[in-house]
């Protein structure tokens, strides 16, 4: 027989009333199986039949895209802006390689998250969601563990950056604010040449108003997935659409547990060595009024191995509207969504589970 489920009650007691995570979870009692707390209901597992992880003919005969792997070693290049416009209007993810960003360095940004997720319990429950000793640093567990019925296997810490306050990273954690901030130097002009490409295809320019829109605050998750003991019926992240301009993600060297939408399937987004991920998130799927793909992905939980990422998110400021691009609807076009302030669109996000494209479609014109 085995060992009986942990009950919810003492469960959230433990991950999120004494704020210990999962990973403490993990490292104090270490589950034999999975707390009923974190079982997802079947409708929201990632099951092995839902899964494109080879290419190849399927049953149908068709063949399974694959997420393009594109080399920018020369972003001039018009063969880059092609490739990166075609996968943002239709995958709505790319992988690039050849950015400039060595893999000793993606290397060295790893082994600090890693850092500061073994710290003592202690240490990191200062800077716990809520009363963290920094403004511009939080840790957490789950997606919004007071309105989820099911964790997700997941913690991580949220960094604001906010270069234009003396010495913003003064109160983060010093076993690796250091190399976020470095991080947050390298992927910036990456970020900002992608969008640029992305514009350009648009016909529209990047004014200080635009930049503000798309880029003007900058923020990064680094996630940590510890080992599940079933991860078939836990998720790592829930199925969401990002809810920014763009996502830079370093994942994981080896373990692949990322997927992205694809029909009624999910898509394998594999781990290749010195890669960065790059996703289109919400805000450019409106600025661009559904030229560009916004697409929902999730994130499994693996049985043996920890697995860490680091999302770097471009988005826009709080207080800007969003709404499809004057360049767009140039020629009479219909907007398919109503103009927002970026801050209440980040407020439905966050006040609600992770639940798929929902928040897109709040604000979608009948
Ligand atoms: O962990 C990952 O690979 C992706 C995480 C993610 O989707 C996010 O932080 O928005
Ligand atoms: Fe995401």
């Not at 990632?46 to 997420?67: A, R, W």
């Not at 960003?101 to 003592?120: H, I």
């Amino acid at each position: 027989m085995p060992p009986n489920r942990l009950n919810d009650v003492a469960v959230t007691d433990f991950v999120v009333n004494q704020r210990n995570g999962v990973k403490g979870l993990v490292n104090v009692i270490s589950p034999k199986t999975l707390p009923s707390r974190y079982i997802q209901l079947p409708e929201n597992r990632v099951t092995t039949e839902k899964l494109i992880i080879e290419t190849g003919k399927g049953k149908d005969g068709l063949l399974s895209p694959v997420i393009p792997v594109i080399d920018v070693s020369d972003w001039k290049n018009p063969n880059v802006a092609e490739e990166i416009c075609e996968a943002a209007a239709t995958l709505g993810f790319f992988q690039i390689v050849n950015h400039g960003v060595s893999v000793d360095e993606l290397n060295e940004l790893r082994a600090a998250g890693r850092g500061f997720f073994d710290l003592p319990a202690e240490e990191k429950k200062r800077y716990w969601k809520g009363s963290s000793v920094s403004e511009t640093a939080w840790y957490m567990t789950s997606f919004n563990p007071y309105e989820e019925a099911k964790l997700e296997w997941r913690d991580f810490i949220k960094f604001e950056f906010r270069p234009h306050l003396v010495d913003f990273a003064a109160t983060w954690p010093s076993v690796c604010r250091d190399e976020v901030v470095k991080h947050s130097h390298r992927m910036k002009p990456i970020g900002k040449n992608i969008l640029e490409i992305l514009m350009n295809n648009l016909n529209a320019s990047i004014d200080h108003s635009k930049e503000q829109i798309l880029m003007g605050t900058l923020r990064m998750n680094i996630n940590f997935y510890p080992e599940c003991p079933e991860p078939k019926l836990a998720v790592g992240t829930g199925r969401h659409s990002d809810i920014n301009t763009l996502t830079l993600l370093l994942q994981d060297d080896i373990i692949g547990s990322l997927y992205a939408r694809y029909g009624d399937k999910w898509l394998h987004v594999p781990p290749v060595r010195g890669a960065i991920v790059v996703n289109i998130g919400d805000i450019l799927q409106i600025l661009s009024n559904d030229r560009y793909k916004s697409v929902e992905h999730v994130v499994m939980a693996n049985q043996f191995l920890s697995r860490i990422s680091f999302a770097f998110y471009c988005g826009p400021n709080n207080d800007s509207a969003i709404e499809p691009l004057a360049e767009v609807l140039e020629n009479g076009e219909k907007p398919l969504y109503k103009s927002t302030v970026y801050s209440d669109y980040m407020k439905h996000f966050f006040e609600r589970p992770h639940t798929g494209k929902k928040t897109i479609e709040w604000i979608k014109l009948p």
